[in-house]
């Protein structure tokens, strides 16, 4: 039931974008975005509730596709600060599945 | 609001002894998670509360593992009998409810270590 995540790691160099994806098996009903730095603990970035419903935040921004069961987050214009490692997320009853992870390191 | 916060920070143990950790959610939140994170994967669910109430637990959790959450205030992880692969990150997370709106605050976990 775990969401799988593509690319599992990516490279960029600073002011490049970026785009990483979100599968799943079964059907989503919401998913959420975190960033969890080397060392430290998940931090939460975004939920999307609707099929097709796109947010962004500052630079990061996302979509979500009920039908293909699928979301993306696009970063844009990459900054060193968003180097780490993406997580999708979803729930399913009261459980909580993390997808497999993209590793995101960006470069001078 | 102080966030999650979660101790220890780091625990070495040998195998076979028993392990406690606690974890404190940010104030009003009702509901509490943790989850298992070893290197390289994702968070991995384990248990859940509303308030005091274990509503949730991964069938991954062996009987060796149990949670609590007196009062619906703090909560307690146990590993009975710990073994070399309980070795991991175990984090901690709260939120308010609300469904598929239900955002997550992660505690700074506790790093497990078992020799």
């Known amino acids: 039931q775990q969401p799988v995540q593509s690319p599992q790691a990516v490279i960029l160099r600073e002011g490049e974008d970026a785009v990483i994806n979100c599968s799943s098996s079964?059907?989503?009903?919401?998913v959420h975005w975190y960033r969890q730095k080397h060392g430290e603990a998940p931090v939460f970035l975004m939920i999307?509730?609707?099929?097709?419903e796109q947010k962004g935040h500052d630079k990061i921004s996302a979509s979500f596709n009920e039908k293909k069961q699928q979301s993306s987050l696009y970063l844009t214009a990459s900054q060193l600060s968003y180097s780490g490692t993406y997580f999708c997320g979803t729930p399913t009853g009261n459980q909580f599945y993390f997808g497999t992870g993209t590793s995101l390191t960006v470069i001078p | 609001d102080t966030g999650v916060s979660q101790d220890p920070r780091h625990k070495i143990t040998k195998r076979g002894q028993n392990v406690t950790f606690r974890c404190d959610p940010i104030s009003e939140h009702n509901r509490l998670y943790w989850y298992r994170q070893t290197l390289g994967q994702g968070p991995e669910f384990l248990t859940y509360f509303q308030n005091e109430a274990q509503l949730e637990k991964s069938r991954l959790l062996s009987d060796r593992f149990s949670a609590e959450r007196p009062k619906g205030s703090f909560s307690t992880l146990e590993i009975q009998r710990t073994e070399q692969g309980d070795s991991a990150m175990y984090l901690c997370?709260?939120?308010?409810?609300?469904?598929?709106?239900?955002?997550?605050?992660f505690g700074p976990g506790t790093r497990l270590t078992v020799l």
């Open positions: 997370a709260s939120s308010l409810g609300g469904g598929a709106t239900d955002t997550q605050y």
């Open positions: 999307l509730l609707k099929g097709g």
């Open positions: 079964k059907a989503l009903y919401s």
